[in-house]
Every structure is written in C-alpha cells, then in structure tokens.
C-alpha cells in the first residue's frame, strides 16, 4: 500500500543532513557527509523501487488521492502497513548501512596503522 513512504521520509532526513554536513568541511579519510549520502541513496533507491511496485500492482493510482487504500477507505490499514513494513525496512537498510561504516573504519583504522608502521 504505502510502506516506502517510511524509507522515503528518513531519505528526506538524511538529505537535509547530508547538505548540512557538506557545509561543515573537509575531513580526513571518508567524511561523514559523503557516509551519510551512502545512506540518502539506499533510502531513495529502496523507496522507488518499493514505490514502482506498488505502481505495478495497481495500489498507486494517477488521480487522487493517489493510493488505492486511502481511496477504499483502507487508511487504518495502510497506516498499519507503514507502521510495521515501513519502518522495518527503514531500521533494515540503516542498519546495512551501520555495518557499511563499521566495515569502513576498520578498513581506514587498519590502513592509517600501515602507513604509519612504515
């Protein structure tokens, strides 16, 4: 029905933070504005992919109110979807994307050991 609005709301968060830390400067090895963006795309990526299918299967329409549950009478339910699905494919793809960062620092720890070994 609606779960990809979740993910695409967190996309939105992590935009506006991604912009706010661009601001901020340069940092060394990765910055945290360009791991946060690594997060901004998964979210918008997973969230037009979730949005297409449910375009596929008829659950968004191209006249308002845009989805076929709010349209029925359905909106208990598609909150219920967005509450449940949404959100755990949003906590999902952050926390993919917490390993992604771990994995980084200990790649950028285990390499600034090299060079300074040297």
């Not at 968060?13 to 940092?27: F, L, P, Q, R």
């Not at 006249?63 to 709010?70: D, S």
Request: glycine share 8%; net charge negative.
């Amino acid at each position: 029905m609606a779960c990809f609005l979740a993910p695409a709301a967190e996309a939105v968060v992590t935009t506006v933070i991604s912009k706010a830390a661009d601001k901020k400067g340069k940092e060394k090895g990765i910055s945290f504005s360009r791991k946060i963006k690594w997060l901004s795309n998964m979210l918008w990526g997973g969230s037009a992919l979730l949005a297409f299918e449910h375009v596929w299967h008829g659950e968004i329409i191209p006249t308002f109110p845009f989805l076929t549950a709010v349209a029925e009478g359905n909106t208990a339910g598609m909150l219920e979807e967005i509450a449940t699905n949404g959100i755990a494919m949003a906590v999902l793809i952050t926390a993919v994307w917490v390993c992604m960062v771990g994995v980084t620092h200990i790649l950028e720890k285990t390499d600034t050991d090299a060079e300074a070994a040297r």
